[in-house]
């Protein structure tokens, strides 16, 4: 059974940092992983995603050159590196899997992932 677990959400004052984990157990290797997000009144949109092996990775333009996406498959953990947070990246942010590749075509769309964790709170205040 797959289970998809997140921490290190938090608040957190513009221009701070956070660093996301997602927990992952019954994933195979060959998974794309990603995070998304959704703030009050929005659609979940994806942030970022890295491949199986971290060799194909997406960004959201938003968040390019502020956040970085990595995979320790040893330990089946996910992270998301949140630097100069602004107010707009409150969100509550989730992690997402599937048992295929990544694709620049797909892997921003909620529909492709079957796997899903509760989500961790982040607040960016001014």
């Known amino acids: 059974q797959v289970q998809l677990v997140e921490s290190g959400g938090g608040s957190v004052q513009v221009g701070g940092s956070l660093r996301l984990s997602c927990a992952a157990s019954?994933?195979?290797?060959?998974?794309?992983m990603v995070w998304f997000r959704q703030a009050p009144r929005k659609e979940r949109e994806g942030v970022a995603a890295?491949?199986?092996?971290?060799?194909?990775?997406y960004y959201a333009d938003s968040v390019k050159g502020r956040f970085t996406i990595s995979r320790d498959n040893a330990k089946n953990t996910l992270y998301l590196q949140m630097t100069s947070l602004k107010p707009e990246d409150t969100a509550i942010y989730y992690c997402?899997?599937?048992?295929?590749?990544?694709?620049?075509?797909?892997?921003?769309?909620?529909?492709?992932?079957?796997?899903w964790g509760q989500g961790t709170q982040v607040t960016v205040s001014s």
């Open positions: 019954g994933i195979t290797y060959s998974s794309c």
């Open positions: 890295i491949s199986a092996g971290g060799g194909v990775l």
């Open positions: 997402a899997a599937r048992l295929t590749g990544c694709f620049s075509a797909s892997w921003n769309n909620v529909r492709e992932y079957a796997y």
